[in-house]
């Protein structure tokens, strides 16, 4: 199975500032990395897939990088509404469908 | 619109046995697969498996030995999880996902649409 590593495990951070999340992958997945966002008591919510696509109707300013093992997950301009938890996953070798442990992002 | 809507929470002892329902408006089935994930108070997100919308064809995460059984039903657009043996440890969300369908078998997609999730307590 593939393991999926994100760091850092959690971050703060202030409105307006710009994060970056890393994940890496035990092999290579190719471009075949999604990234989601978990709000408590939602379910997750696709942001990012095959490593660098937006899905429809999710803000610019969110942004996925990488390619092979290293991938990262970007948020600028942070907004109140984007602390919250984030999650990689791998989609390249399945199954089992993996991901990552994953990011909290609360406000400094 | 698309959506999924699961079935209600759900309390159990050890031992017994839980089905929840995931039930799929908006597209079609058949071009889809539905993914069951789990996630433990706390914790992150597990995938348990899934069902192909197409064929009906399961394919189960290891490590439950065979306590999980994936169903669907096509004429309600419904795909079910139910988990036999309940342990405390199996006390989780559990929520069903949509995967799009390349042809008839499961490709590289990501998971674009999620139920809202059963909350499931195993307790005596």
């Known amino acids: 199975d593939i393991q999926m590593t994100q760091s850092p495990s959690s971050l703060s951070a202030s409105v307006g500032d710009r994060v970056t999340i890393t994940c890496r992958a035990s092999?290579?997945?190719?471009?075949?990395l999604n990234w989601y966002q978990q709000k408590p008591g939602n379910a997750p919510k696709l942001l990012i897939y095959?490593?660098?696509s937006l899905q429809s109707g999710v803000p610019s300013r969110f942004s996925g990088g990488g390619s092979g093992t290293d991938f990262t997950l970007t948020i600028s301009n942070l907004q109140p509404e984007d602390f919250a938890t984030y999650y990689c996953?791998?989609?390249?070798?399945?199954?089992?469908?993996?991901f990552g442990q994953g990011t909290k992002l609360d406000i400094k | 619109q698309v959506q999924l809507v699961q079935s209600g929470s759900e309390l159990k002892k050890p031992g017994a046995s839980v089905k929840i329902s995931c039930k799929a408006s908006?597209?079609?089935?058949?071009?889809?697969?539905i993914n069951w994930v789990r996630q433990a108070p706390g914790q992150g997100l597990e995938w348990l498996g899934w069902?192909?919308?197409?064929?009906?064809?399961?394919t189960h995460a290891q490590g439950f030995g065979g306590r999980l059984d994936l169903s669907l039903d096509t004429s309600v657009s419904t795909a079910y999880l139910q988990i036999n043996s309940l342990k405390a440890e199996d006390t989780a969300v559990y929520y069903c996902?949509?995967?799009?369908?390349?042809?008839?078998?499961?490709?590289?997609?990501?998971?674009?649409?999620w139920g809202q999730g059963t909350l499931v307590t195993v307790s005596s």
């Open positions: 996902a949509r995967v799009r369908l390349v042809g008839i078998l499961v490709g590289d997609d990501p998971f674009d649409v």
């Open positions: 908006g597209d079609i089935f058949s071009r889809y697969a």
């Open positions: 069902i192909n919308g197409n064929t009906g064809r399961l």
């Open positions: 092999q290579s997945i190719d471009i075949y």
């Open positions: 095959a490593a660098s």
């Open positions: 996953q791998q989609s390249y070798s399945v199954p089992p469908y993996t």
